[in-house]
T-cell receptor
Framework: RKEVEQDPGPFNVPEGATVAFNCTYS??????FFWYRQDCRKEPKLLMS???SGNEDGRFTAQLNRASQYISLLIRDSKLSDSATYLC??????????FGTGTSLTVIP | EPEVTQTPSHQVTQMGQEVILRCVPI?????FYWYRQILGQKVEFLVS????????KSEIFDDQFSVERPDGSNFTLKIRSTKLEDSAMYFC????????????FGPGTRLTVL
């Protein structure tokens, strides 16, 4: 059983495009939700937390649907620097964090 | 900007040897974590640590693993008798408190077991 599932991609999009990533989680009691980005051979870095009301940070919008156990990330006006692997992360009722396998994004000039 | 640091950046060891991976979390953080990432695979939670004791651990964190906060700054992961399959990138992370959840990751230690 996979706690967190993501489409691995890869997603190859032109600069300026809008791209959306999806993630599902298995534990309905999960408490907290995040999107991280990971560059090749680097550590994960927090992109944004995800709240039930949805949240936006510049070109990035995250949504959470607890009923469907579904999390999304939308990137508008893609930049070359957005090329990375995007990790969906879920914290369960304790203090254990589950990472998805990540979705690879390449933004093409 | 404060950051989590880890040493060494790369550790090569022989199978069966003990290794200690070191981390210095951000100074005012109270929660500490170890993760591993086998090449090409997902990041996997190993253990969380708070108030000088383990608060959560995964199935991966068996008796071969231990963690310690030997002083006020270091947080270590010990693998007693390394196996080939322990080869991975090991990330340390810390967070200020439980409610914020925001974890800051160190740059990782690449462990290679020969």
């Amino acid at each position: 059983r996979k706690e967190v599932e993501q489409d691995p991609g890869p997603f190859n999009v032109p600069e300026g495009a809008t791209v959306a990533f999806n993630c599902t989680y298995s534990n309905s009691a999960s408490q907290s939700f995040f999107w991280y980005r990971q560059d090749c051979r680097k550590e994960p870095k927090l992109l944004m937390s995800v709240y039930s009301s949805g949240n936006e940070d510049g070109r990035f919008t995250a949504q959470l649907n607890r009923a469907s156990q579904y999390i999304s990330l939308l990137i508008r006006d893609s930049k070359l620097s957005d090329s990375a692997t995007y990790l969906c992360v879920v914290r369960d009722t304790g203090n254990q964090f589950y990472f998805g396998t990540g979705t690879s994004l390449t933004v093409i000039p | 900007e404060p950051e989590v640091t880890q040493t060494p950046s790369h550790q090569v060891t022989q199978m069966g040897q003990e290794v200690i991976l070191r981390c210095v979390p951000i100074s005012n953080h109270l929660y500490f974590y170890w993760y591993r990432q086998i090449l090409g695979q997902k990041v996997e939670f190993l253990v969380s640590f708070y108030n000088n004791e383990i608060s959560e651990k995964s199935e991966i964190f068996d008796d071969q693993f231990s963690v310690e906060r030997p002083d006020g700054s270091n947080f270590t992961l010990k693998i007693r008798s390394t196996k080939l399959e322990d080869s991975a990138m090991y990330f340390c992370a810390s967070s200020e408190d439980h409610s914020t959840d925001t974890q800051y990751f160190g740059p990782g230690t690449r462990l290679t077991v020969l």
